[in-house]
């Protein structure tokens, strides 16, 4: 059995369809991960949701994208500048596909693989970001899942206490899972700069070299970062390539390493301008 994961799809359907050509995907016998971010900016959302939750062999953890997508059915957020959700709100299963959506995990435990959206807080082990992520997964998968997504955004706490309300505790959960990409010195969120790690403030890092970031006994999978690109380090894999931003879309073979690539169609993104 081949073990695959893909980088974030965010509706380019047509270059997930060729990525999985190229790897001879069969699904009776491998298994692909996706590592969130399904939908949204891209052109076929709705394809690729109605995919990955009838597909035999393919399990994926939640990206900020989903969680938007989940918060706008709910009608606790707006649309925003470059979403292409709608058709999904509009699709008649659409009740299905999001009830099928809240049941996703934010975390996947292979054993010797860590799969998450976008990184591992520096200040976790192994066992706090598991225990984590099964707070807010089971949260949302129960009857208070609205009232759970309308205290989701924003940017507090930067930093973790076991402590701390639960409320807090599950939105700096989201944060770490679904939107870190630096953090400061102490292991603190820095969710402001979006942008390149070379033109960062000197006083932010990326997540994963942080100085005292705690060891994992896993390689972490992710995605997220587009302008991280790929990035292949012994403990940490990266995979969003970007496609919907013309770039590529990029999966890789868990076990041997063997990267697959398709080029985007289109700078979708620009599309909508």
């Known amino acids: 059995m081949a073990r695959y994961a893909i980088g974030d799809i965010q509706g380019c359907y047509a270059e997930l369809m060729s990525l999985l050509n190229s790897m001879a995907f069969n699904p009776l016998n491998d298994q692909i991960y996706l590592v969130g971010d399904l939908v ?10 109605r995919w990955a939750s009838q597909s035999v062999g393919v399990a994926t953890v ?3 994208h989903d969680l938007h997508l989940l918060a706008m059915y709910a ?16 699709a008649p299963d659409v009740d299905i596909l ?7 995990p934010l975390l996947i435990d292979l054993g010797d693989i860590l799969l998450v959206h976008a990184g591992v807080s520096p200040n976790w082990s192994l066992e706090v970001a598991k225990h984590a992520a099964s707070e807010v997964e089971n949260v949302l998968r129960g009857d208070d899942w609205k009232a759970f997504l309308s205290i989701m955004y924003g940017n507090q706490p930067a930093s973790w206490d076991a402590e701390m309300k639960l409320e807090d505790r599950l939105r700096f959960t989201v944060n770490c899972f679904t939107r870190m990409r630096f953090v400061t010195a102490d292991g603190s969120l820095q969710l402001k700069y979006k942008g390149e790690r070379d033109h960062a403030p000197a006083e932010i890092h990326p997540w994963f070299e942080a100085k005292d970031r705690l060891p994992l006994p896993r390689r972490v999978v992710c995605g997220h970062w587009s302008a991280l690109g790929l990035m292949l380090r012994e403990h940490v894999w990266a995979l969003d390539t970007g496609c919907v931003w013309g770039c590529a879309l990029t999966g890789i073979d868990l076990d041997s390493g063997q990267l697959y690539q398709v080029a985007a169609r289109y700078e979708y993104q620009a599309l909508l301008d």
Do not use: Y
């Open 75 to 90: 009608g606790l957020s707006q649309a925003k500048p470059g979403d292409t959700v709608q058709e999904i709100l509009d």
């Open 98 to 104: 999001m009830g099928w959506l809240r049941q996703q």
């Open 62 to 64: 939640l990206g900020n």
């Open 40 to 49: 949204n900016r891209g052109p076929s959302s709705l394809e690729t949701l």
